[in-house]
């Protein structure tokens, strides 16, 4: 029976369609490199999410035959290590893209409307309330109101499955959608040439790219000082993308009004990240593609890519394919 080790437990669905089709599943009890080194050694075949699959776990792997990547990024898999070794990596592509895009639609509304403000001083503040007298009047005695969506300008880096989801949602809200993405010919909204030329239009800017050394470090001081200082950001895709450092002092300067973050560099967050005491600014875990329809569509998906490669089919979405060419040869 050939084993598949889960460096982090997947959806049941997942687990039981490999259990269904003779593999033993087993969840590693650990993501450090030396309990993956030792888990590895007999598996067939590791599906994995956040965690890192650095080269001497990929090396520990005596009978590795494919890595699946329970989701879409794979800047924490060694790829060139693993081809090397003639091991297949496999993603899945564009099962969470909703759940990203609604949840860059739900950032953009907490930020434009004021609801983190808004919440907090209502705790802070419940005691004055009754003298008040109405919370629209405590609304604008604090300045709670708020923006709408409707007519502001979406500028989306990045217009893959997710992009393309997030541009139809804005749309709905009467949004206008422009967006920057250098691998495609046709878009459905403006594309800008230029990154430069398209931070200063945006009222929101959301990134939705892979992390590469092209996108590393892509959004510094420098971008954003050319930003409206009402401009607010969303980063669902990767820490590293947007300089952290430089969004805090942006946030604390008011350069741009607000931000909304789910990934950073490193991850999880160092306790002395600035993020932690910039202004305005929602940071969550991580979450934005983790709805249980999405993690069911995920575990689903990468465990469908090994069953596909043990039976000699080729996985819907394998990312270094010559593997696949030098077996047939």
Not at 68 to 88: C, F, M, P, Q, W
Not at 158 to 184: C, H, S, T, W
Not at 238 to 262: M, Q
Request: without cysteine; charged residues 25%.
């Amino acid at each position: 029976m050939k084993k598949v080790l889960l460096s982090e437990k997947i959806d049941d669905k997942g687990i039981q369609l490999l259990k269904d089709n003779g593999f033993d599943v087993q969840v590693s009890v650990g993501t450090d490199v030396e309990t993956m080194k030792k888990e590895i050694k007999d598996a067939y075949a590791v599906i994995m999410r956040s965690s890192e699959l650095p080269a001497e776990v990929i090396d520990a792997g005596e009978n590795l035959k494919i890595i699946s990547r329970n989701g879409t990024g794979i800047n924490n898999v060694d790829v060139d290590e693993a081809t090397k070794k003639n091991i297949l990596v496999a993603k899945v592509n564009g099962a969470n893209a909703f759940a990203v895009a609604e949840y860059v639609m739900t950032t953009m509304l907490m930020l434009s409307r004021k609801v983190l403000a808004s919440n907090k001083l209502i705790h802070e503040k419940k005691d004055e309330l009754a003298e008040i007298g109405s919370l629209p009047g405590f609304s604008t005695q604090f300045n709670l109101n708020g923006n709408e969506l409707r007519g502001k300008t979406l500028a989306i880096l990045g217009l893959g499955k997710i992009g393309r989801e997030l541009v139809k949602l804005a749309q709905a809200f009467g949004m206008n959608v422009v967006g920057y993405d250098p691998y495609l010919k046709e878009s459905p909204v403006k594309l800008y040439k230029n990154l430069k030329d398209i931070y200063p239009v945006a009222d929101f800017l959301s990134i939705n790219m892979p992390l590469t050394p092209e996108t590393k470090n892509m959004i510094t001081a420098d971008e954003l000082a050319t930003m409206k200082d009402s401009a607010f950001i969303i980063n669902s895709a990767r820490g590293g993308i947007i300089n952290e450092n430089d969004l805090a002092a942006a946030l604390n300067a008011g350069t741009i009004a607000g931000a909304a973050v789910d990934s950073f560099n490193p991850e999880p967050p160092a306790p002395d990240n600035p993020l932690f005491t910039s202004k305005n600014t929602i940071l969550t875990s991580h979450m934005a593609g983790t709805t249980v329809e999405a993690n069911q569509a995920l575990g689903l998906g990468a465990a469908q890519a090994i069953i596909d490669f043990s039976n000699g089919k080729v996985p819907e979405f394998p990312v270094n394919q010559e593997i696949l060419a030098s077996e047939n040869k």
